[in-house]
């Protein structure tokens, strides 16, 4: 069975202070590690995909990496508007579906 | 940009009675999912729909559940009798090939 594990479950920055959120998980034959961001009441806004360690994408003040083991979420220099819960999900050789942590919330404060 | 549209966006219910969640998924792609996520909890895989068929399915989608594409563009989610523990986030997911899209979701409220 497709784990995943997120850690913090939620994480308070100042404006400007740099982290990383990070996403454990375990699957059968690694099809796509994706992350995605969900703000209160809406929907899972897409960010990116990683396909296999040593894997990284960039999205402004976002980048994602990936190892055998876990993926990393970095956020630059975060603003206000970066506040929201970030999701991590896999999916694996079972099928298409896709298996979800539970996310992180991040808080930026002015 | 194209995204998934999902009606109604709220929807309260007497338990027992049946809904109808809809979801027009974006041109083109052609694997659609529904999901759900209860208050607080996890984002729950729940079925996946290609080829005018169920694909995959999770233990949450016993025979209260059924989903079908009527005509060709909507893709719907029904819920025969509903429970109390049914109450959550519905959201309708489409892919092309990899990424999956995800609409707002319909909150549904079973009291």
């Known amino acids: 069975e497709d784990q995943v594990t997120q850690s913090p479950e939620a994480l308070r920055l100042q404006e400007g202070e740099s982290s990383s959120l990070n996403c454990s998980y375990t699957?059968?034959?690694?099809?796509?590690l994706f992350w995605y961001r969900q703000d209160p009441g809406k929907g899972p806004e897409f960010l990116f995909t990683?396909?296999?360690a040593g894997e990284e994408k960039e999205k402004e003040r976002l980048k994602a990496t990936l190892t055998k083991k876990e993926s990393f979420l970095h956020i630059t220099a975060p603003k206000p508007e970066d506040s929201a819960t970030y999701l991590c999900a896999v999916r694996g050789n079972a099928g298409n579906m896709l298996t979800f942590g539970g996310g992180t919330r991040l808080m930026v404060k002015p | 940009e194209p995204e998934v549209t999902q009606t109604p966006s709220h929807q309260v219910t007497q338990m027992g009675q049946e809904v109808i969640l809809r979801c027009v998924p974006i041109?083109?792609?052609?694997?659609f999912y529904w999901y759900r996520q209860i208050l607080g909890q996890k984002v729950e895989f729940l079925v996946s729909?290609?080829?005018?068929?169920?694909?995959?399915k999770s233990e949450i989608f016993d025979d209260q559940f059924s989903v079908e594409r009527p005509d060709g563009s909507n893709f719907t989610l029904k819920i025969r009798s509903t429970k109390l523990e049914d109450s959550a986030m519905y959201f309708c997911a489409t892919s092309w090939d990899t990424e999956a899209f995800f609409g707002q979701g319909t909150r549904l409220t079973v009291v």
């Open positions: 729909f290609y080829n005018n068929e169920i694909s995959e």
């Open positions: 990683l396909y296999s």
């Open positions: 699957v059968s034959g690694l099809r796509g």
């Open positions: 041109s083109n792609h052609l694997y």
